[in-house]
């Protein structure tokens, strides 16, 4: 047989299937569906390619828009009225949802993640009289909703209040509710159980304001929840009613991120924690402050694993912050890792960091899935930390150009990152020869947005300014110190650390100053100015 002259539709409908498949679905429809040829039709019309459909795209900075208008138009018209009962999950834009929901009949549908939301969209779209009316009610049982970066909202209670009133008397059958925003950060604990409850709702992926908005969630209103993933931005004290403290039987995976002291988390995450006695997936994402003891696994295994008999999977980052002077049995990282082993942990991973008066003890589960790194310094182990964005770095012994060359390679998804430290890097690196290979390479960061400098050294302005040390092709923020910053640049005439520069579009210093020609030059599209 000759190979050559075999016409793509001449392939059997398994190969066809097969080479399909490793397409984008979303290409895939555009391109064949309604191409005069009924055979290719009824391809792609298969569920593979038809049940899952997402009208979106990301920037490389995390931005989401709506796909071309040219693409929007042609499956408005064409291609959603003919695969519209194989639809069930559509992931939307807020800006062309209404378009999009308008131009079928999806009475298949039943998951929706909408991205850009706003309490304008919310107040448009989740309520009786809605455009919707003949899919929202009785069909979603799956709503993502992901808010507008920096989206401002004037009330949160009267907001959460609204929201979550209409939520669950619009949505009648939501199983799953998810509202993504790393800084809204909702209020329940004024809520009533009238205005907020489910008797349906098995899954709740939400971020709240303080610690007794978790307590007021678990209180019986939501009483065939199983599935609570929670970011609580404040661990407060001053707890202002009471709330049903009994166990939480049907409670079967838990994830928390949050902050707290020392004290706020024995007397306060650990109580929580022994209530769930029916767990069987735990993640724990906690930065501890002002603990006298690191977090072990001697500690979890006698105050939270004892009431949790049916746990097998636990996912985990701990951060113990304390002052030198403070802790009580300080351990090695190997002596931590050795008491998670003793319990059957064996993919632990521990970093102990001392840097001046404080220490830093970061214990996690492998590979690591956390996506914030706060305080670490020059030694930390050789994994790849995929999914760390954020990156903290302190120490009071100098960073070498090396360790820069080791973040890189070790955090590869890194996004922002703030350096700290005092030390002259000049001090190691002028006794490197210069034909040290690692001296010579050039440190690249490809996804870094975000660079805080502050008070370290001028080394390091100019070890990450200077593009023959440092590539940094997507920087937009930068925050320095204005003197620092015209020493390294010269007066914004350099043209070694003019490069790093020139896709800055937000600076942030203290100084309020009349800039020159030259920085404006040097700056050419920088649009804001912070003051912090």
Same mark, same amino acid.
């Given at each position: 047989?000759?190979?050559?002259?075999?016409?793509?539709?001449?392939?059997?409908?398994?190969?066809?299937?097969?080479?399909?498949?490793?397409?984008?679905?979303?290409?895939?429809?555009?391109?064949?569906?309604?191409?005069?040829?009924?055979?290719?039709?009824?391809?792609?019309?298969?569920?593979? =390619?038809?049940?899952?459909?997402?009208?979106?795209?990301?920037?490389?900075?995390?931005?989401?828009?709506?796909?071309?208008?040219?693409?929007?138009?042609?499956?408005?018209?064409?291609?959603?009225?003919?695969?519209?009962?194989?639809?069930?999950?559509?992931?939307?834009?807020?800006?062309?949802?209404?378009?999009?929901?308008?131009?079928?009949?999806?009475?298949?549908?039943?998951?929706?993640?909408?991205?850009?939301?706003?309490?304008?969209?919310?107040?448009?779209?989740?309520?009786?009289?809605?455009?919707?009316?003949?899919?929202?009610?009785?069909? %979603?049982?799956?709503?993502?909703?992901?808010?507008?970066?920096?989206?401002? %909202?004037?009330?949160?209670?009267?907001?959460?209040?609204?929201?979550?009133?209409?939520?669950?008397?619009?949505?009648?059958?939501?199983?799953?509710?998810?509202?993504?925003?790393?800084?809204?950060?909702?209020?329940?604990?004024?809520?009533?159980?009238?205005?907020?409850?489910?008797?349906?709702?098995?899954?709740?992926?939400?971020?709240?304001?303080?610690?007794?908005?978790?307590?007021?969630?678990?209180?019986?209103?939501?009483?065939?929840?199983?599935?609570?993933?929670?970011?609580?931005?404040?661990?407060?004290?001053?707890?202002?009613?009471?709330?049903?403290?009994?166990?939480?039987?049907?409670?079967?995976?838990?994830?928390?991120?949050?902050?707290?002291?020392?004290?706020?988390?024995?007397?306060?995450?650990?109580?929580?924690?022994?209530?769930?006695?029916?767990?069987?997936?735990?993640?724990?994402?906690?930065?501890?402050?002002?603990?006298?003891?690191?977090?072990?696994?001697?500690?979890?295994?006698?105050?939270?694993?004892?009431?949790?008999?049916?746990?097998?999977?636990?996912?985990?980052?701990?951060?113990?912050?304390?002052?030198?002077?403070?802790?009580?049995?300080?351990?090695?990282?190997?002596?931590?890792?050795?008491?998670?082993?003793?319990?059957?942990?064996?993919?632990?991973?521990?970093?102990?960091?001392?840097?001046?008066?404080?220490?830093?003890?970061?214990?996690?589960?492998?590979?690591?899935?956390?996506?914030?790194?706060?305080?670490?310094?020059?030694?930390?182990?050789?994994?790849?930390?995929?999914?760390?964005?954020?990156?903290?770095?302190?120490?009071?012994?100098?960073?070498?150009?090396?360790?820069?060359?080791?973040?890189?390679?070790?955090?590869?998804?890194?996004?922002?990152?703030?350096?700290?430290?005092?030390?002259?890097?000049?001090?190691?690196?002028?006794?490197?020869?210069?034909?040290?290979?690692?001296?010579?390479?050039?440190?690249?960061?490809?996804?870094?947005?975000?660079?805080?400098?502050?008070?370290?050294?001028?080394?390091?302005?100019?070890? =990450?300014?200077?593009?023959?040390?440092?590539?940094?092709?997507?920087?937009?923020?930068?925050?320095?110190?204005?003197?620092?910053?015209?020493?390294?640049?010269?007066?914004?005439?350099?043209?070694?650390?003019?490069?790093?520069?020139?896709?800055?579009?937000?600076?942030?210093?203290?100084?309020?100053?009349?800039?020159?020609?030259?920085?404006?030059?040097?700056?050419?599209?920088?649009?804001?100015?912070?003051?912090?």
């Amino acid at each position: 047989m000759n190979w050559s002259n075999i016409n793509f539709l001449d392939l059997p409908n398994e190969i066809l299937f097969i080479i399909l498949k490793k397409l984008d679905n979303m290409d895939v429809l555009y391109s064949l569906l309604n191409v005069d040829n009924q055979r290719l039709d009824m391809v792609v019309q298969e569920k593979m =390619f038809t049940e899952n459909l997402s009208f979106i795209i990301t920037t490389s900075t995390g931005e989401i828009f709506p796909i071309a208008d040219h693409k929007m138009d042609r499956f408005c018209k064409n291609i959603l009225p003919r695969i519209n009962n194989n639809i069930k999950s559509l992931i939307l834009e807020s800006g062309s949802m209404e378009r999009i929901l308008l131009a079928a009949n999806y009475a298949n549908l039943t998951e929706i993640k909408l991205f850009n939301f706003t309490d304008k969209i919310f107040s448009r779209y989740f309520k009786v009289n809605s455009p919707f009316h003949r899919i929202f009610p009785q069909q %979603i049982t799956d709503l993502i909703l992901v808010y507008k970066q920096s989206h401002h %909202i004037f009330s949160m209670e009267q907001y959460t209040n609204e929201l979550h009133k209409n939520i669950f008397n619009f949505f009648k059958n939501l199983q799953h509710l998810s509202l993504n925003e790393s800084c809204l950060f909702l209020s329940f604990r004024n809520l009533s159980l009238r205005t907020c409850s489910s008797s349906n709702l098995k899954k709740l992926c939400i971020a709240v304001k303080r610690f007794d908005d978790c307590l007021a969630l678990l209180d019986g209103r939501l009483k065939e929840l199983t599935t609570f993933i929670l970011d609580i931005c404040t661990v407060n004290d001053n707890i202002s009613a009471v709330y049903n403290m009994d166990d939480l039987p049907n409670l079967k995976c838990f994830s928390l991120i949050c902050d707290c002291s020392g004290k706020q988390y024995d007397s306060k995450i650990v109580p929580l924690l022994r209530r769930m006695f029916n767990l069987e997936e735990l993640t724990l994402n906690i930065i501890i402050e002002n603990r006298t003891r690191f977090i072990d696994g001697t500690h979890l295994k006698n105050e939270v694993f004892a009431r949790m008999p049916w746990l097998y999977k636990f996912t985990f980052h701990i951060s113990t912050e304390t002052k030198l002077q403070h802790l009580v049995h300080g351990l090695s990282s190997d002596d931590i890792q050795q008491t998670f082993s003793n319990i059957g942990y064996k993919q632990v991973a521990c970093i102990i960091n001392n840097c001046y008066t404080n220490a830093d003890c970061h214990v996690f589960s492998l590979p690591p899935v956390f996506d914030t790194l706060h305080s670490i310094g020059n030694t930390f182990p050789s994994i790849v930390f995929s999914y760390v964005t954020f990156l903290l770095i302190h120490d009071d012994v100098p960073f070498k150009h090396e360790f820069f060359l080791q973040v890189a390679k070790f955090f590869p998804s890194l996004k922002r990152l703030n350096v700290l430290n005092i030390k002259s890097e000049s001090q190691i690196s002028d006794n490197i020869a210069s034909t040290d290979n690692q001296l010579s390479s050039i440190v690249e960061y490809p996804h870094l947005i975000s660079l805080h400098l502050g008070l370290s050294h001028t080394d390091y302005y100019e070890q =990450f300014l200077n593009n023959t040390r440092t590539h940094l092709p997507r920087l937009t923020q930068l925050k320095v110190n204005y003197t620092r910053l015209t020493f390294v640049t010269e007066n914004f005439t350099r043209d070694a650390t003019r490069l790093n520069c020139t896709n800055v579009k937000r600076l942030l210093i203290r100084e309020q100053l009349v800039h020159s020609k030259d920085f404006y030059i040097y700056f050419p599209v920088v649009t804001s100015f912070c003051t912090p």
